[in-house]
């Protein structure tokens, strides 16, 4: 067969596919990433360009999370995350032909933190037994909350700040409590006049509202779908129910100064899957 033939035999064919629109032939399928990742970094991805009806699988650095049937996942790096190069990767899995990979290497610089000292009366940092154990029971029932994965998305729309205010304490600051180094800071502190409302910073079910906890007062964790958490401590009231559903901006409660705190504040905290990231760098928040 002379190349003529065949070189017509390929025109045919683009022009039958042009003319029958088959959306099963995905050939430009991409990653498209909100920001680039860092330690304590979360960013949306968007994968664009697949069949309806695929199903996606992702894995950042081997660990495997969930993507939306319309392409879309929160991928984060924990705060202490050691530089290196990660890759991050996704298949496509049409409902009929050959699944398609795509990856991207991306390249982790160092993040450097901050070094706070602060002072608390004793009773609160060296706990007796019984603040203790009611302390251990507390942490428990808001790690319960970090396990979870299933349920309604709603982080696909971006993120909001969840109050307004001077920043008295900032992500991922090494805390001296007293004179002895504690785990670094896994949240911002926004300080507020009590009573300033605080809304949830995207859709999502609360899974917990904790009356008065040692540690972190009346305390809110909702659950915004694949495992992306935000926690509000020190809330001086709590507005919602475990179980509801929050729309974007509803108010889930008011800035207080319940439990350990110093002054009225808004302990504001986010996990993606255990990994602990700045509230402040998440997609659609910009300080
Ligand atoms: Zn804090």
């Not at 360009?49 to 991928?75: C, K, M, N, W």
Request: charged share 20%; proline share 7%.
């Amino acid at each position: 067969m002379s190349l003529f033939f065949r070189r017509s035999w390929a025109l045919g064919a683009m022009v039958v596919w042009m003319v029958c629109g088959s959306p099963v032939v995905a050939l430009a399928a991409s990653l498209e990433l909100s920001g680039s990742l860092q330690p304590g970094m979360a960013v949306l991805l968007n994968v664009k360009g697949f069949a309806p009806g695929s199903r996606l699988t992702g894995t950042l650095d081997q660990e495997s999370f969930p993507i939306t049937p319309q392409g879309q996942a929160i991928v984060a790096l924990d705060m202490e995350k050691q530089p290196k190069n990660v890759t991050l990767k996704v298949v496509i899995t049409p409902s009929s032909g050959q699944p398609e990979t795509l990856t991207r290497t991306l390249e982790i610089p160092k993040r450097q933190y901050k070094e706070e000292y602060i002072d608390l009366p004793k009773k609160k940092v060296d706990l007796d037994q019984p603040d203790m154990t009611r302390a251990n029971q507390e942490t428990e029932r808001i790690a319960a909350t970090y396990r979870l994965r299933e349920g309604r998305t709603g982080f696909e729309k971006g993120f909001r700040q969840s109050a307004s205010g001077r920043f008295s304490g900032v992500f991922g600051s090494r805390r001296i409590l007293n004179g002895q180094a504690r785990k670094p800071h896994n949240g911002v502190d926004v300080a507020a006049p009590a009573g300033t409302p605080v809304i949830t910073m995207a859709p999502g079910t609360v899974v917990l509202a904790g009356e008065n906890f040692f540690f972190t007062g009346n305390t809110v964790v909702v659950h915004h779908g694949h495992g992306v958490i935000s926690l509000y401590a020190h809330l001086e009231q709590m507005k919602v129910r475990e179980g509801e559903w929050l729309e974007a901006g509803a108010t889930l409660g008011t800035v207080g100064m319940t439990g350990r705190a110093t002054g009225p504040h808004l302990h504001w905290g986010v996990l993606v899957r255990g990994a602990r990231v700045d509230p402040m760098g998440l997609p659609g928040i910009r300080p």
